[in-house]
């Protein structure tokens, strides 16, 4: 009897001192739940998810609470996020093991403390029902015509990550002026703007309901729309519009938050985060691509394009001009003054 007494007494103390590791995210992270619970079996440390809102907003906590933070880990800083998440010094550097699997064009901080996991496209997405008869828009000059305009719903990028990129693609495409005097000729032309990507989609695109037959959405869009149909569709009903520059490129990076206790922990997620079957598990629930190169896509990605030509924005001039790109958006787009006016205010 003693001998069965002391043979419990590691398992008793074991489940008294498991590790806790909390993970700040943004409310779009996702993973299956079997793959979770394969980690905390493995380790035998338990996750703890704790949801920032958007990418911005996640950032901003982690920020607030700075030498005493309310996490480990941190998941889902973007590139239109990330020279402020280094300069604000919130991350440990870690130099994960799994490095040599990313794909380098991903590896957008060189010092190694935000480290890329997924990435995606945001894109317009159309109703291929409504357009079946009638010509698509093929240009910025022609998406911002009164008869298009009137069609399109945007995100606001002040409220929402995939507005923001849309908005960076304009700046990228068009210049510091033009995407100005396109976003009045939007509003002019009847554009709406709704908070959110969720309302946007599900509210006001036509293929919900709506009576907006072109979105702001993602290019994996389609490709989910097959899949969620659970064989309704074989090809998409839906699909994207890619100009040259059309499109914005997001990555998505994890960082060990600085003065965790948990380091060690932190590090093994950080591993597993990146390891081949988390990566292929990612596609399926939050619909952007792996870093890994060698990780598998599911079939229904055959529906999601990978633009050739994405606008492009360096992290840095992002940084330097984001609140300002926004604060003249809004006050062309929702304010209702003259791009002109807001110009040569700046000047």
Known sequence: MLKKLLFLVPLVFGLALAETLVVLTHSSFALSKEVIASFEQETGIKLRFVEGGDAGETLNKAILSKGAPIADVIYGIDNTFLSRALAAGILERYSTPAIGAVQSRFLLDPTLTALPVDYGYVALNYDKDYFKDQALPRSW????????????????????????????????????????????????GGVKVAPGWSEAYFAHFTRYGGDRPLVVSYTTSPAAEVYFSEGKYSEPPTGNLLWPGASFLQVEFVGILKGTKHRAAAEKFVDWLLSKPVQEDIPLNMWVWPVRRDAKLPEVFEFAERPLEPAELSPEAIAKNRERWISEWEAVVVRGRSAEEVIFKRK
């Open 141 to 188: 000059d022609e998406l911002a015509r009164p008869e298009y305009a009137r069609l399109l719903v945007v995100e606001n990028p002040a409220t929402s990550s995939p507005g923001l990129a849309f908005l960076l693609a304009t700046v990228a495409s068009l210049g510091e002026d033009g995407y100005l005097r396109f976003w009045e000729r939007l509003r002019e």
